[in-house]
């Protein structure tokens, strides 16, 4: 039982809001005295049990450390992406594109939101990076359409849903964290969730249609004067605008999908990108440069300090036997796969309403991928992966603790109320469920792209 209440204890930290790194790490330590032989062998005393491991099992740590985490060549990709994120988003790349796309689909009711949608797609495969993107979109978006007359409900969880897609449209930083957790490429997860992620971004359209269609007053058509532009300059701006995003997208995925890059170098090449289109729009400072690498860092330790504290917290709870009781727990539910499915998926959605993906996705997916390995073998395990993914991007907006939403607050006019931003996520995290369950039931929309990839 010491493997579960160790468990217990850091859910419960984590809850409390303590550090996730140092809730793992630190109720590693706790229960590698109370479980080994630690106590007995320096301090002299024992607890009323026998120790279950000896302390010195835990030698292999540091290798660990080092070999799966600080010399692990794939989870270098992690700085180059953040790098690239924050440096398009102070390149003006979202301000040009939402004028574009708003003058472009501002003629059809609702088409501003479908053009915030568009923009919020554009942005996660240029990005990946998605508290930039809600807060960008949150700045620029948010008040044109208060201004034009859309209801609050829909205007926010638009921009707040948009703005999420990041998690799923690669290049995403879960998704190379969860290539690491499952021992899966990189690569193939980016190409499997291409697809799936931009069928939720038309999911997301299509609800906004239906919206402007029985509800017009609540997503109305952009006056002709917010629109007035010749066709010739419509174009021009079309031109300008796209080419840049489309340009990056095909430099990081392209390379990947015809193996002329791993997703490591297709990383690093997309920060370049990223520095030259913010020097075509003369937006690359010196001031903007350190910026970018300060947030780059923070971003980068606070991940790799989580995985330190994760791969401790790991070997501890394996020293305990937790993972035999989370393995016989799940190996015996009713209904085989499906029940496996079924019930991990239910509680990784529970818990995002909770903790953040990256701690889910540190505690939970080691616990079940092993399990996972055996009931759909090797083949799809990109598949599971990108299901973890499409459901891990709920968190971002499921209530309390969902970071899309204290992102959007926080730059939304004082208008909105907080009750405006959950009500108008409500229909967009449903989407998101139909999405999963869209998925579980056909990997081959995950499957088609590696499959692809791997015959060139």
Not at 185 to 202: H, K, Q, T, Y
Not at 232 to 239: D, E, M, Q, S
């Amino acid at each position: 039982m010491l493997g579960l209440w160790m468990f217990a204890a850091a859910v419960l930290l984590l809850l409390i809001g303590y550090p996730v790194a140092f809730s793992l790490g630190g109720t590693a330590v706790l229960f590698t005295f109370i479980g080994s032989d630690f106590t007995e062998k320096f301090l002299g005393f024992g607890f009323p049990w026998h120790p279950i491991f000896s302390v010195a099992r835990l030698n292999i740590l540091p290798q660990r450390i080092f070999g799966n985490i600080m010399d692990n060549y794939t989870l270098v990709a992690v700085p180059f992406f953040v790098f690239m994120g924050v440096m398009l988003e102070k390149s003006g790349l979202a301000e040009e594109l939402l004028e574009t796309m708003g003058i472009l689909f501002g003629s059809l009711r609702g088409g501003l939101a479908i053009s915030v949608v568009a923009v919020g797609a554009l942005l996660a495969a240029s990005t990946g990076v998605v508290g930039a993107s809600v807060v960008t979109m949150g700045v620029l978006a948010l008040p044109v359409m208060l201004k034009y007359n859309y209801s609050k409900p829909l205007a926010t969880g638009v921009v707040a849903a948009s703005g999420t897609l990041g998690q799923i449209i690669p290049p995403s930083i879960v998704l190379v964290i969860l290539g690491d957790q499952l021992g899966v490429s990189v690569g193939d997860l980016f190409l499997g969730s291409f697809i799936p992620g931009f069928v939720l971004a038309g999911l997301f359209m299509v609800w906004v249609a239906i919206v402007a269609i029985f509800r017009p007053h609540e997503a109305p058509a952009l006056p002709k004067e917010a629109r007035d532009i010749s066709a010739g300059r419509l174009a021009i701006k079309v031109v300008v605008n796209l080419i840049p995003p489309l340009f990056l997208i095909l430099l990081v995925l392209g390379t990947i999908f015809f193996g002329i890059a791993t997703p490591t170098e297709a990383g690093a090449m997309g920060a370049v990108g990223a520095m030259l289109l913010a020097i075509v729009n003369r937006r690359l400072t010196l001031r903007n440069l350190i910026n970018t690498m300060d947030q780059t860092l923070k971003l980068t330790s606070m991940v790799f300090m989580i995985l330190v504290g994760a791969t401790a917290f790991s070997m501890v709870f394996r020293a305990l036997h937790g993972d035999v009781a989370v393995d016989n727990f799940l190996t015996n539910l009713p209904w085989g796969e499906f029940g496996f499915i079924f019930f991990t998926m239910l509680a990784i959605f529970l818990l995002g309403f909770f903790i953040d993906f990256i701690e889910i996705t540190f505690i939970v997916v080691p616990l079940i991928a092993p399990i996972a390995a055996r009931y759909f073998g090797h083949d799809l395990m990109v598949w599971f992966g990108v299901l973890i993914a499409m459901n891990l991007q709920a968190s971002f907006l499921t209530p309390p603790f969902g970071f899309a939403l204290f992102y959007l607050k926080g730059v939304a006019p004082s208008e909105v109320k907080t009750t405006d931003i959950y009500r108008g996520i409500i229909p967009f995290v449903a989407i998101q469920l139909v999405a999963v369950v869209i998925i579980a039931l056909a990997p081959g929309i995950v499957n088609l792209l590696p499959s692809l990839a791997a015959g060139r």
